[in-house]
């Protein structure tokens, strides 16, 4: 594969610090970039302030470079495009894809999280309410490096979803779409908790006429109480001092074997080894991984 054929990407949230589950997706996107010759890019996912830990963005990127990654070009900001997003969301409303709802959480309770369609064609005005796009009922499906063939029903399991929060927020399945076309990112390597986005995220390149990306989803680390792993259940942040035994635990859980002489090795060292010897067939096609196994 040549080095233009294929962009990477990894775009974590800085609500607070990286932590073992997001070195692995970094760490997995990484790997998969540099050893296609690829280009692996930098995104920060700030699209929600009152959530964003402050100082989260310095710290996750001075972690990446503690633990050697180096990514290509300027660190992209989803804040700086909101203009962007705005504009396809114009878009979308010209062509009748969404509609304004002004329901409330009280009332969408009962319902699940599947949306009733108390305001598809009730013609609000837009002041003052999320924007939802409007779901068909039909399938969608994609075939996963990893996981395999995965498919949902958006119409049946997800419904209109929410696109613009009504506090003016933009939504992450919309907004990452849009990066993602706009950084020709060409392959998506992150976590197993965002494979059942992927059908929303395959609707909206179908109306914005975007190109889809070839998609891995790697398994997720739960802890012995049934929680993912991150920043909400108990996850330390990275820390630097630990950056070689880390990175080669993350390589256990992708299932990549870690000679023993790489112990002694420095971060950047353990990176060009793991590059070399990469092979996303051994990633574990499980969705979910138990941390007691990784010790």
Known sequence: MSVSAYV??????PSGYLHFGSLMAALASYLDARAAGGRWLLRMEDLDPPREMPGAQEAIVRALEAYGFEWDGQMARQSERLDTYNAA???????????????SRKQLEPFAGL?????????????DAAIR???????????????????????????????????????????????????GVTHVVRGADLLDSTPRQL???????????????????????????????RSP??????????????????????????????????????????????IPRCCTLAEAQLR
Do not use: N
């Not at 009733?116 to 609000?124: H, I, N």
């Not at 390149?205 to 920043?231: A, S, T």
């Not at 630097?240 to 390589?251: I, N, S, Y």
């Not at 992708?254 to 051994?282: F, M, S, Y």
């Open 237 to 282: 942040p990275l820390e630097p001092a630990e950056a070689t035994p880390m990175l080669l635990r993350a390589l256990r859980a992708l299932g990549q074997p870690t000679p023993k002489p790489l112990a002694d090795a420095l971060p950047r060292e353990v990176l060009e080894w793991a590059i070399r010897h990469w092979d996303a067939d051994r």
């Open 203 to 233: 609707y909206l390149q179908e109306l914005l006429g975007l190109p889809r990306p070839h998609y891995l989803h790697v398994p997720l680390i739960i802890q012995p109480d049934g929680h993912k792993l991150g920043k909400r259940y």
């Open 89 to 103: 969301i114009d878009k979308l409303w010209a062509d009748g894809h969404v509609y304004a709802c002004t329901c």
């Open 133 to 183: 796009l409007r779901v068909p009922d039909r399938v969608y499906a994609f075939t996963d490096r990893v996981q395999g063939e995965f498919s949902q029903p958006l119409g049946r399991e997800v419904g209109d979803f929410v696109i613009r929060r009504r506090d003016g927020l933009i939504a992450y399945q919309l907004a990452v779409v849009l990066d993602d076309a706009w950084q």
């Open 8 to 13: 990477g990407r990894f775009a974590p949230t």
């Open 115 to 127: 949306y009733p369609g108390f305001c598809r064609e009730a013609g609000r005005d837009v002041h």
